[in-house]
């Protein structure tokens, strides 16, 4: 999950970030000079602008101007491949996939890709483009949904696919030490063989970077239990923008000398810093797991379900998911996925992990039988065996799957209070009426996150214009966030008015372009 960054040389020794976008500016804003995350004569910066696809002039994601970063030239390359030999990839064959995201929305047109295997060579790259002013795009597994990860223009592709290496690992701790390029569901095997799991678990796990799922603050499937990654990530270790290493990769549980530096970097998208390693704490892998997959008639009884779930599984709750019928349609229509149970407007995917299978069976059957008694749920089936639960998980984490057979899709990573998700999918239904091919809605349910995606035969410019920013005043009015867990990447950057006041705004250092409409 790649992030767009800048660097930029500053001759002065009062400390500056470039504006983030400010309607295509480039300003400086001034920045207090006792920020702790600072080179003295250098300053990582981001500027989230991208060439989108078939973009218009109107279309917010359209391409600003290149900003006055130098060019490759055959020195630099040199440089390169002196460092990188045989990791420093110029055919444009082999570029094209790093250069377009994985929704096929956002492409760049980098030249050169480079593939570090140590936070060495991390430090050397950043350390010349530094020097040279070359602008650079750190990328993982470049699974990202809001166009932050890939390039803007010409900018270097820094991969970090070889940087896969466990550092270390505490079976006794259970905190896990790795490189920011292991993959997650690599990391997750690795660590069911030796008794434990990782706390984040991603639809894309099969090709998610941890240390992108870290910059972004990737929320996941379950964080209904083990909590987000502010919680479980104990220490990173970070390449700065002139290319000093700053290593903060503690495996302490309890550390109150000083700032804690790591809360900068997690979830900022890449403007502080290239992550290039992780420790993290992980859970006993539970010795049982069952996944209930059950039918509801409306909304409010899935959330009368949900409140009834909490009292009685407690302990044991490890997620809470939904979708709807119309995911589930997708599901069967395209990829041919069969509904186990009877046809209803909702679905709900319920996972228990304790560790005594008698007891978790017994508290869930007492579950299942109150909500069918009361009517809550219409219909429902239990898995136990890993297969059976893979089945039913995968009606849940492969909608996105299923949405790219339906033509383009608009998503939204929304955070709502829980009682108001599903409202915003109906409400988004009738003001599009007929624009919209289809209008779905899923998420986790246990920490009021909705995804919201419409869809379309191809990109529809009067559509997007429908959509917003009717969809973030919409959630602006009822206190919710603009991205739950996807960042702002380069699709969001001018909206993160509706979910931070101005005043927070600048002191992040970023000046979006808020809408007139605000």
């Not at 995911?327 to 990829?335: A, F, G, T, V």
């Not at 046809?343 to 007492?366: C, M, Q, R, W």
């Not at 009021?448 to 959630?475: F, R």
Request: net charge negative; aromatic share 8%; charged share 20%.
């Amino acid at each position: 999950m790649g992030i767009f960054q800048r660097f930029a040389r500053l001759p002065l020794k009062s400390t500056y970030i470039w504006s983030l976008c400010p309607q295509y500016s480039t300003d400086l804003t001034t920045v207090d000079s006792a920020l702790i995350v600072r080179s003295s004569q250098l300053i990582q910066h981001r500027c989230v602008h991208s060439r989108v696809m078939g973009a218009s002039p109107g279309n917010t994601g359209a391409a600003p101007p290149r900003l006055p970063f130098s060019r490759v030239t055959q020195e630099d390359l040199a440089f390169f491949r002196a460092l990188l030999p045989g990791r420093t990839i110029t055919d444009p064959d082999l570029l094209k996939s790093s250069n377009v995201d994985w929704l096929k929305t956002v492409e760049g047109n980098s030249e050169v890709l480079l593939r570090p295997k140590t936070t060495e060579e991390v430090s050397q790259i950043l350390r010349h483009c530094n020097e040279r002013n070359l602008a650079v795009c750190p990328q993982g597994g470049n699974t990202g949904l809001v166009g932050g990860s890939v390039p803007v223009f010409d900018e270097i592709i820094l991969s970090t696919s070889l940087m896969s290496q466990v550092i270390t690992f505490d079976n006794i701790s259970g905190i896990l030490t790795c490189q920011a390029g292991c993959v997650l569901e690599n990391l997750s095997n690795y660590l069911e063989e030796r008794g434990f799991i990782m706390p984040l678990d991603l639809g894309a796990k099969g090709s998610c970077h941890i240390g992108g799922n870290v910059s972004t603050n990737a929320g996941g499937l379950r964080l209904l239990r083990y909590g987000s990654l502010r919680g479980t990530v104990l220490g990173l270790e970070v390449v700065l923008a002139d290319g000093r290493i700053l290593n903060c990769l503690a495996t302490l549980r309890k550390d109150n000398t000083g700032y804690d530096l790591k809360q900068l970097f997690i979830g900022s998208e890449g403007t502080l810093g290239v992550i290039t390693a992780v420790s993290i704490l992980c859970p006993h892998k539970p010795k049982a797991v069952n996944v209930a997959f059950l039918g509801c008639s409306s909304f409010q009884q899935l959330l009368e379900t949900f409140q009834r779930c909490r009292g009685m599984l407690g302990e044991i709750l490890s997620a809470f998911e939904f979708l709807d019928a119309s995911c589930m349609s997708l599901l069967e229509k395209h990829l041919k996925l069969t509904n186990p149970i009877t046809e209803s407007p909702f679905y709900i995917v319920i996972e228990t992990a304790g560790s005594n299978a008698t007891h978790d069976e017994e508290k869930l059957h007492k579950f299942l039988e109150e909500v069918m008694t009361s009517s809550l749920v219409t219909d429902g089936t239990v898995a136990t065996e890993a297969t059976k639960i893979k089945a039913l998980w995968s009606l849940r984490e492969r909608v996105t799957e299923a949405l790219t057979h339906e033509g383009y899709t608009y998503k939204y990573d929304i955070s709502l209070p829980v009682e108001k998700i599903y409202d915003l999918v109906q409400d988004m239904r009738g003001h599009l009426g007929d624009m919209a091919k289809n209008v779905v809605g899923y998420g986790h349910v246990g920490d009021g996150n909705l995804h919201l995606n419409i869809t379309s035969p191809s990109k529809d410019p009067a559509l997007l214009a429908a959509i917003e920013p009717y969809v973030y005043e919409w959630t602006s009015e009822w206190k919710g966030s603009i991205s739950a867990e996807h960042g702002l990447g380069l699709k969001k950057r001018n909206y993160i008015y509706y979910s931070k006041p101005s005043e927070a705004v600048a002191l992040m250092g970023i000046n979006a372009a808020p809408c007139e409409s605000m």
